[in-house]
């Protein structure tokens, strides 16, 4: 509808330079220019090479974002910004810009928490958010358990990792598999024609009472289960390895957040960052839900990756709910809590 605000986001918080242009909860453009390809050679991000990889590519994709929702920049009615968490240089880019724009333009600024981006950004694929819901954020970043009451104002942690997320083992196990970088898409590949059954690897901190997450123990016996393999002269299965280990993390993922909804008395669990896009996660996810009586709504992996339509979501809806916009001198602040949805 004409009278919901119009809302330009940018998020720079990782490798992914993303612009995404929103009116009240309709997408109108979500454009993307990606460095992965810049950081493949050395197995992981390098923030200096993210870093110049926004610069380079903020206005071009600014530019077809504004070409693909067919408005000028002076049509919009607020921007929207990531200031955080992520890599420093990378958030600078992405601050530095928004700034630049909102201050030509005389327009509101709204820098916001990237975690609470990932759960706004639902609304665009289901619609306004249950509230409260569990949220389940798993990336090469973060893996986090969240009671939202109130995606605008009310985010509270209820358990994360305590070493590597669930992004960061998946990179790491593709590495000792010998899959490319970024991990993740190359591991939910190959383990659609494995067996998930063929190895029985350790479930971090599965029954320890917590709604928290360890992934580096996972990892580990991974790759001494392929050194020992290796070590003995025989076949690593690839696939079969990529299927037992995308099973592990699966379940403890899913397994947790359901326990998380029980314990809070939420039965709406939502998911979302990178990882959210696995197909073994979405399905055990849904195939768990629904014999615990709880509603999953999972974003399009589309939406789950980094990206702008995120950041403008939440920022259409602190719009909405009337809260006030982001002095000009915000920070970027590379670990900015869970808590602080509006800098």
Known sequence: MADEPLVLGIETSCDETGVGIVRGTTLLANEIASSV???ARFGGVVPEVASRAHLEAMVPTMRRALEKAGISLSDVDALAVTAGPGLAGALLVGVAAAKAYA???DKPLYGVNHLSAHVAVDVLEHGALPQPCVALLVSGGHSSLLLVPDVTNDVK???STVDDAAGEAFDKVARVLGLPFPGGPHIDRVAREGDAAFATFPRGKADDGTLDFSFSGLKTAVARWIEARERAGEPVPVADVAASFQEAVAD?????AITAC??????NLLIGGGVAANSRLRVLAQERCDKAGITLRVPRPGLCTDNGAMVAALGAQLV?????????DLPADSSLPITEVLV
């Open 37 to 39: 390809d810049e950081h």
């Open 103 to 105: 201050l030509a333009l």
């Open 157 to 159: 942690p209820l358990g």
């Open 252 to 256: 403890v993922l899913t397994a947790k």
């Open 262 to 267: 029980r314990e809070h008395g939420v039965d």
């Open 320 to 328: 909405d709910a009337g809260r006030r916009p982001s002095a000009l």
